[in-house]
């Protein structure tokens, strides 16, 4: 397999760069980080109430959507991304997502350990300290016939810039993230009073991926490949796929007698659910939405799950088998969040 070691890469380039050697049958490892701030929503997730566009357009913060899932973040110089892609075949990764996680986490955790900080992966996408504060959340999806794994290295973090990057609705509780986060987030620099060398921290980065990956051959970025990365950032910054998960059900809006319009929101074991539904007479699911921050593979799941409960009765027992026959049909795996728990988002959704 091979290595890209970078620096600092501009504008989106340090996420563009992954999906594009994904898309172009690269296999290996990626070191990389943004040379400028900006914010990532997770594939699943509905980018106009994750993240606030009015703050983030006034600070300069480009906004992008990335193609695994997880939770929106803020990204910025202050973290080393390790980016991991191989063939949805090789045979040499676990097919399982939960054992999957687990092996590519251990390089992250042996980096920290080799810096003094006793780091461990904890089910279902983060690492935590032996004090049970995270230090990195990982993230993983499929694309096109290649998989990837992506996570970071936190030297230090921007909890103030972070709190404000996400959307809330009451300021009040910003300063309640703010402090949570302070709490419950922490960073090489807050572990060891100081940031380690950043070229030492990568090195020891990839002599522990090749304990897995196996002897690691570095090589380029060629033009080709920068041309695709170009190609694909109309793609990536064009409002269709940014603000894809964006309900087409309008909000608050009475469409026609009969029909009410329900928002579920429900925080499962992996992650948050959300769901915008349009129900008539209460007994049928015209349409139905899917979000959140969960990690569903394969990633197309989500609308087989939608287009499935289009048109069906709104009933629990209904709903259930439904995701069940598409979770089995299309062998889908979501750790930590299961058919019962899109379930109950859906049957306890409320009309505000």
């Known amino acids: 397999m091979n290595l890209i070691k970078l ?15 994904a898309r172009i049958g690269y296999e290996g490892l990626v070191i990389v980080s943004p040379e400028q701030p900006l914010a990532s929503v997770g594939y699943f997730q509905d980018t106009a109430k994750e993240i606030d566009l009015d703050y983030c357009k006034k600070a300069g913060i480009s906004v992008m959507r990335r193609e695994v899932g997880g939770g929106a973040t803020y990204l910025d110089g202050n973290q080393i991304f390790y980016q991991v892609i191989w063939n949805s075949r090789n045979r040499h990764f676990p097919s399982n997502i939960k054992r999957l996680f687990r092996l590519l986490s251990q390089p992250a955790c042996e980096t920290y350990k080799k810096f003094g900080i006793n780091a461990s992966f904890r089910a279902e996408n983060d690492i935590i300290t032996d004090k049970g504060k995270k230090i990195a959340g990982e993230g993983g999806g499929d694309i096109g016939d290649s998989m990837a794994f ?25 300063d309640k993230i703010y402090k949570s986060m302070e709490e419950n987030l922490t960073t090489m620099k807050r572990e060891l009073g100081e940031i380690p060398p950043r070229e030492d921290i990568k090195q020891v980065l990839i002599e522990s991926f090749e304990q897995i990956l196996g002897k690691l051959e570095p090589v380029g970025l060629d033009k080709d490949t920068i041309s695709k990365m170009r190609e694909l950032e109309k793609w990536f910054t064009s409002d269709q796929f940014l603000f894809r998960k964006t309900p087409r059900i309008p909000d608050g809006v009475k469409i026609k007698e009969g029909i009410d319009i329900l928002y579920g929101l429900y925080k499962a074991k992996g992650g948050l659910i959300r769901t915008a539904e349009e129900v008539e007479d209460k007994k049928k699911l015209i349409d139905i939405i899917v979000s959140g921050d969960f990690h569903l593979f394969p990633k197309k799941g989500v609308a087989e799950l939608e287009n499935a409960l289009k048109n069906k009765e709104f009933n629990r027992d209904i709903i259930q088998k439904e995701i069940e026959e598409v979770y089995k049909k299309k062998k889908i795996e979501s750790p930590g969040v299961g058919p019962e728990d899109f379930t109950k988002t859906i049957i306890d959704a409320k009309s505000t």
């Open 150 to 174: 992506v996570g970071g290295i936190l030297l230090d973090f921007d909890y103030k810039t972070m709190s404000k990057v996400l959307k809330v609705s009451d300021e009040k509780f910003r």
């Open 7 to 21: 620096d600092k890469l501009p504008g989106q380039d340090s996420m563009l760069i992954f999906h594009t050697l």
